[in-house]
């Protein structure tokens, strides 16, 4: 059974940190593309980050560049979200994508985890 596990989502004040991780399972996460998307109540869905199957190569959305940071753990099948400097309008659901690089596989996405940023 594939699973896309997120966790560690909260509460956080504006300017504190938070990191999120997704722990993957019954899939080769070897071999997928990792994002980070959210959405926020009544806006789409949008990219935050992604990364590479090696981990070398990192692309953030505009709005989120020296803040965060994406990485990933072949290791243990998981891929990380480091937020630092968080802001109100970060507030959002965070879910995090596999996306395959061999053409006919599936993508899976997570169920997300919340991040509220308020004082």
């Known amino acids: 059974q594939v699973q896309l596990v997120e966790s560690g989502g909260g509460l956080v004040q504006p300017g504190g940190s938070l990191r999120l991780s997704c722990v993957g399972s019954g899939f080769s996460f070897r071999s997928y593309l990792m994002s980070w998307y959210r959405q926020a109540p009544g806006q789409e869905r949008e990219l935050v980050a992604n990364?590479?199957?090696?981990?070398?190569?990192?692309n953030y959305a505009d709005s989120v560049k020296g803040r965060f940071t994406i990485s990933r753990d072949n290791a243990e099948n998981t891929v990380y979200l480091h937020m630092n400097s968080l802001k109100p309008e970060d507030t959002a659901v965070y879910y995090c994508k596999a996306d395959p690089v061999f053409v006919g596989w599936a993508r899976y996405w997570g169920q997300g985890t919340q991040v509220t940023v308020s004082s």
């Open positions: 990364i590479n199957l090696g981990g070398g190569i990192t």
